[in-house]
């Protein structure tokens, strides 16, 4: 059985900086992609920011410059910076990670953390 754990979200002011975390529990053999999406009310969910296994990474359009994905692969966990943080940004973010866990491969997702932007 895999979980991922989100933490880290919370309430900040505009301008400013929050660093989610996301680590990977249970037999796992090796994490591929990883991702962050998150869902604002009302909005469908859609992605933030993702990271291969190789390190390559991929922003969306809105958080470019402002949000840094990074992963690592000793802690099975997987990170985003946040900075410069919008009202806009407010949503529940999750993170999404490709896992091999011995017996088979397969996509898991965190129960989400609330992160909101507001003064």
């Known amino acids: 059985q895999v979980q991922l754990v989100e933490s880290g979200g919370g309430l900040v002011q505009p301008g400013g900086s929050l660093r989610l975390s996301c680590a990977a529990s249970?037999?796992?053999?090796?994490?591929?992609?990883l991702g962050w999406y998150r869902r604002a009310p009302g909005k469908q969910r859609e992605l933030v920011a993702e990271?291969?296994?190789?390190?390559?990474?991929n922003y969306a359009e809105l958080v470019k410059g402002r949000f840094t994905i990074s992963r690592d692969n000793a802690k099975n966990t997987v990170y985003l910076q946040m900075d410069s943080l919008k009202p806009e940004d407010t949503a529940v973010y999750y993170c999404?990670?490709?896992?091999?866990?011995?017996?088979?491969?397969?996509?898991?997702w965190g129960q989400g953390t609330q992160v909101t932007v507001s003064s």
């Open positions: 999404n990670a490709d896992i091999y866990y011995g017996l088979g491969r397969g996509k898991y």
């Open positions: 249970g037999r796992i053999f090796s994490m591929y992609d």
């Open positions: 990271i291969t296994s190789g390190g390559t990474t």
